[in-house]
């Protein structure tokens, strides 16, 4: 083992040996949080239109859906090994661990091939620690593998474009076509890829116009043409599937028309607030780091033109926050993998600019420029952001329960400033980034620990009371048995009485009075569900549908779980025990 590690770390420099360090610590810190952390109603959504495809099931025909149906597809296949287990939902969050790892992959591979290795490094740490990113990668999501395909996409792109200016027309027809491939694949596992796909085709409308090359129309359209006839083989696929399934109409009305038509709608703000706030270096860095790209795209110095194909993409996902009519917090894993790349090139730009020896150089040469705009720069990237870290961790321990701990944030605050001014005069440049990089981490570490924690290392949000309730209901049904579930999930792993399967807030909008009334009732009186978990979904259906169940079922031990009174036993409720070695919470004593 000792000598597997010297051959890993033998040409690896020591700020990259932390840097690797730091964004295993954060992979690695993903293991217990997914065992231990509340479940998020999609993440049953989603497990259970799986196995309705296991079963055989078309989907938006035999159940509703309004999502592209890569992502169930693949998780159907956990069914075969693990069918209607526990074990199956942890199974489907570790995959997303190893999706986060592809996003990392992929978010370096894009920054190196545009700036280098560190930028690179620097990239991946940046998005490793943005609290946002960490929150949503531990769910069970589409958006994660959606986000390697788009990853992958773009960076397939890049090099097709850069296979361009070398002349290599096989490799890139090659490149163009896998692109072409694989954003289809991102579209079918996740619809809003429809802005990258936009952005792709703007891009190289631009290649032909901007002057940097002169293409021939040939020239222009060989590789275009290519990366179309590479979506249409994967989306020509499954819109043949449904077409022999006779569910194509439904298809596309469901995946597309439908989320265009969304009845509900909300503005950004509120969650790009909090990616600031959360966030406020990677926050300022990625957006100067995104100007001075966007910038460079109309300097005539003749810049290759795939640096700013993730420009395109990034204006295009930033664009769709105003005209998606839901954009919640998962869809903002879109873009910032490639905000932490303009993070990682301005973080960059920034420790060359301010170095002791860069400024004792100005000065000797007088350039009173340097000088004027280095307080600008100060107030921006430090000054604004520190004063937003500082503000932000005053309000997280001002609080009883977090204020014990507030000296000892402090004091690790203090002693990183001081090792990074010590760098800095000392003109170790490579010391300086790392204790800056820390202190710019230091926001984010402190917010992921306070989402979870309590003062006493105890889970805030925890899925025993979750898992209990599936439990309960695997206990008590058979496989053959109906459920009637809201939003809850607790019926995850049982089959579901009406066509649409969830009913949260924004779906009931879209219900006919019909759909939403008569048709319930109906439903259950023919399928018979045994259960109805009575969330708060289900109590805010009409009145006619919860005079039924109240008519038809009566309240188990627990509040929101009804049994149908043609029942008459039931396994009585219990806690069911984890393994000790994911109890956070001591026992009582006995």
């Known amino acids: 083992m000792n000598i597997f590690c010297q051959r890993i770390f033998k ?23 997914s065992l231990i952390r509340y479940f998020d109603p999609d993440e049953f959504e989603h497990l259970h239109a799986a196995r309705n495809i296991y079963h055989g099931m078309v989907p938006y025909k035999d159940y509703f859906d309004h ?40 978010t370096y591979r894009i920054a190196k091939l545009l700036y280098g290795v560190n930028i690179a490094l620097y990239s991946v740490v940046f998005l490793s620690y943005v609290v946002m990113f960490q929150e949503k990668t531990l769910e069970i999501r589409t958006d994660l593998p959606a986000v390697i395909f788009l990853l992958l996409s773009i960076y397939l792109f890049m090099l097709g474009m850069q296979d361009q200016d070398k002349h290599e027309r096989k490799r890139q027809r090659d490149h163009f076509l896998m692109s072409g491939v694989t954003i289809s694949c991102a579209l079918l596992t996740n619809q809003k890829m429809f802005f990258a796909i936009f952005a792709l085709l703007l891009m190289w409308i631009w290649v032909l116009f901007n002057g940097h090359r002169k293409l021939s129309l040939k020239e222009w359209s060989g590789p275009i043409l290519w990366f179309i006839f590479g979506f249409f083989i ?49 926050s300022v860095l990625s957006a100067l780091g995104l100007l001075f790209s966007t910038f460079a795209v109309f300097k005539k110095k003749k810049i290759p033109d795939y640096y700013f194909v993730p420009v395109f993409v990034t204006y295009a ?37 301010f170095s002791f020896h860069n400024i004792k ?19 921006i990237v430090l000054l604004i952001p520190s004063m937003v870290t500082s503000i932000r961790i005053y309000g997280v321990f001002s609080t009883p329960d977090n204020k014990p701990y507030l000296i000892y944030v402090l004091l690790g605050l203090v002693s990183v400033l001081f090792l990074s001014g010590f760098a800095f005069f ?26 979870f924690l309590k003062k006493d290392w105890r889970l805030k949000c925890s899925n025993v009371d979750q898992l209990d309730e599936i439990r309960f209901i695997l206990r008590n049904t058979n496989p053959q048995d109906t459920i009637f579930d809201g939003f809850r999930g607790t019926g995850v792993f049982r089959n579901q009485a009406y066509y649409y399967f969830f009913l949260h807030a924004e779906i009931q909008k879209m219900l006919t009075p019909r759909e939403s009334s008569t048709d319930i009732v109906a439903a259950l009186r023919n399928m018979k569900p045994k259960f109805v978990i009575y969330d708060w979904c289900v109590g805010s259906l009409p009145g006619e549908v919860r005079a039924y169940i109240n008519d038809n079922y009566t309240p188990v031990r627990k509040g929101e779980i ?14 069911f025990r984890r393994p000790i070695l994911f109890r956070l919470n001591p026992r009582p004593a006995q």
Request: glycine share 4%; net charge positive.
């Open 67 to 106: 999502h592209t149906p890569f992502f169930h597809a693949f998780l159907s296949a956990f069914y075969i090994f693990l069918a209607d287990k526990i074990q199956l939902i942890f199974l489907a969050r570790f995959f997303m661990i190893l999706f986060t790892g592809g996003i990392l992959y992929m």
């Open 317 to 353: 996902f930033i664009i769709g926050l105003f005209i998606i009519r839901v954009p919640q917090r998962q869809y903002y894993l879109f873009f910032i993998p490639l905000l932490a790349v303009y993070c990682g090139f301005a973080f960059q730009t920034f420790i060359g600019y």
């Open 361 to 379: 150089e100005q000065w000797n040469k007088q350039n009173y420029l340097y000088f004027g705009l280095m307080p600008v720069f100060l107030i």
């Open 234 to 282: 994967p989306f020509g696929i499954t819109c043949l599937y449904f077409s022999l399934s006779n569910a194509l109409k439904e298809f596309i009305y469901r995946c597309f028309v439908m989320n265009i038509l969304w009845k509900t709608r909300f503005l950004p703000y509120q969650y790009v607030g909090q990616l600031i706030i959360q966030n406020p270096f990677f």
């Open 11 to 33: 040409n690896i420099s020591g700020i990259h040996k932390v840097i690797f360090v730091l964004v295993l610590i954060a992979l690695l810190v993903r293991i217990p949080l």
């Open 426 to 451: 000392r003109g170790k440049k490579q010391f300086f980034a790392l204790m800056l990089m820390v202190c710019f981490l230091y926001l984010p570490f402190i917010e992921t620990c306070t989402e």
């Open 562 to 575: 009804y049994l149908s009174s043609d029942e008459t036993t039931v396994v009585e409720w219990r806690k």
